[in-house]
C-alpha cells in the first residue's frame, strides 16, 4: 500500500463547478498535512497547510481527519487557471521527509 | 518566483556516468530537501541537509549522497547512473527543519540517462 494515495483522475470540469479531491495517508504517526499544486512542467508550490479544525483560502476548503487517516481539498466556482496537478503531502517524521501523493489532474474547461 | 534556483536545467549522461546536482536556497533558508520525481508520479524524498548535516533520508540507495556548503546551497551526486535514474529532480529550501514549514521548490533539472 503506498504512503500517500490519491484519487487518480483526470478531472474535467466546466468553469464554476465545484470539485473535492481526496487522499488517504497509512502512517498514523505522520504530523502535518499539507496540498500543492503543481502546474504542467514547472516545480510544486504550496497551495494550502491542511489543520485538524479545517482550514479555508478563498475558494479552497482544506479537511483532515486524522482518525480515518483522510484529507481533502474542495475547490469551489472552478477558474480555468485553476488547471494543475493536486498534490497530497504529509510529513511523517520531525524534519521535512513529505511524502507526496502521485497527484491528481484537473482541468477546468469554459 | 521563489529565490530557489537550480543547475543545470537539463542534462543527458549515459549508465553508469556520475552527476551532480546543484541548488542555491532561498536568502534566510537553511535547510534543503532534494526529490526525484518520475514522469506521473509524485516527487519522492531523497535527503534533506540542515545546516551542513544529513538530516532524514528517504528510500535511496547509496549511490545518490549531498553535500550542504556554509552559504546553505547543496549539491545531489549521483553515482553509477541507471535508466530508471531518469527524472526530475527538485530541490526545496525552508526557513528551518520544522514540520510546519514551508518549503519553497526550485525549477528543477531534468536528467535523462541513456
Known amino acids: 500500500r503506498k504512503e500517500v494515495e490519491q484519487d487518480p483522475g483526470p478531472f474535467n470540469v466546466p468553469e464554476g463547478a465545484t470539485v473535492a479531491f481526496n487522499c488517504t495517508y497509512s502512517?498514523?504517526?505522520?504530523?502535518?498535512f499539507f496540498w500543492y499544486r503543481q502546474d504542467c512542467r514547472k516545480e510544486p508550490k504550496l497551495l494550502m497547510s491542511?489543520?485538524?479544525s479545517g482550514n479555508e483560502d478563498g475558494r479552497f476548503t482544506a479537511q483532515l481527519n486524522r482518525a480515518s487517516q483522510y484529507i481533502s481539498l474542495l475547490i469551489r466556482d472552478s477558474k480555468l487557471s485553476d488547471s494543475a496537478t493536486y498534490l497530497c503531502v504529509v510529513n511523517i517524521r520531525n524534519n521535512n521527509d513529505m511524502r507526496f501523493g502521485a497527484g491528481t489532474r484537473l482541468t477546468v474547461k469554459p | 518566483e521563489t529565490g530557489v534556483t537550480q543547475s543545470p536545467t537539463h542534462l543527458i549522461k549515459t549508465r553508469g556516468q556520475q552527476v551532480t546536482l546543484r541548488c542555491s536556497s532561498q536568502?534566510?533558508?537553511?535547510?534543503v530537501s532534494w526529490y526525484q520525481q518520475a514522469l506521473g508520479q509524485g516527487p519522492q524524498f531523497i535527503f534533506q541537509?540542515?545546516?551542513?548535516?544529513?538530516?532524514g533520508r528517504g528510500n535511496f540507495p547509496p549511490r545518490f549522497s549531498g553535500l550542504q556548503f556554509p552559504n546553505y546551497s547543496s549539491e545531489l551526486n549521483v553515482n553509477a547512473l541507471e535508466l530508471d535514474d531518469s527524472a526530475l529532480y527538485l530541490c526545496?529550501?525552508?526557513?528551518?527543519?520544522?514540520?510546519?514549514?514551508?518549503?519553497?521548490f526550485g525549477p528543477g533539472t531534468r536528467l535523462l540517462v541513456l
Open positions: 536568502s534566510g533558508h537553511n535547510t
Open positions: 541537509y540542515y545546516r551542513e548535516e544529513e538530516n
Open positions: 502512517n498514523s504517526a505522520s504530523q502535518s
Open positions: 526545496a529550501s525552508s526557513r528551518t527543519s520544522g514540520i510546519q514549514e514551508t518549503q519553497y
Open positions: 491542511v489543520y485538524s
